[in-house]
Nanobody, 122 residues
Framework: VQLQAFGGGLVQAGGSLRLSCAAS????????IGWFRQAPGKEREFVAA????????YYGDSVKGRSTISRDNAKNTVNLQMNSLKPEDTGVYYC????????????????WGQGTQVTVSS
């Protein structure tokens, strides 16, 4: 499965972005999907994760209450709606797929996509 994150861009603080993770060469339907981000000079950070049927959803503390992860298995995509963006949300956002949300949110996902840059200006 090849993953591709897209939807990033430059946005002012307080604005919103909707990131999407699309798959090719396979289906996402059986996988838990996670979003991570990495800012320059910082470690990769967990953002959100969703299990295969959307029953289990988790958010990192830094985005909780401002972000919503969702998935559409029919369209083979997972989305991350990010609101009230802050400059500290700046970074490269990656999506990842694995078996089980615990595997994914601890960074042990099997598949990782290329990231999409999010830049939040103050």
């Amino acid at each position: 499965v090849q993953l591709q994150a897209f939807g990033g861009g430059l946005v002012q603080a307080g604005g919103s972005l909707r990131l999407s993770c699309a798959a090719s060469g396979g289906t996402l339907s059986g996988f838990a999907i996670g979003w991570f981000r990495q800012a320059p000079g910082k470690e990769r950070e967990f953002v959100a994760a969703i299990n295969w049927n959307s029953v289990r959803i988790y958010y990192g503390d830094s985005v909780k209450g401002r972000s919503t992860i969702s998935r559409d298995n029919a369209k083979n995509t997972v989305n991350l709606q990010m609101n009230s963006l802050k400059p500290e949300d700046t970074g490269v956002y990656y999506c990842a797929a694995g078996i089980g949300t615990e595997t994914v949110r601890t960074g042990r996902a099997e598949y990782w996509g290329q990231g999409t840059q999010v830049t939040v200006s103050s």
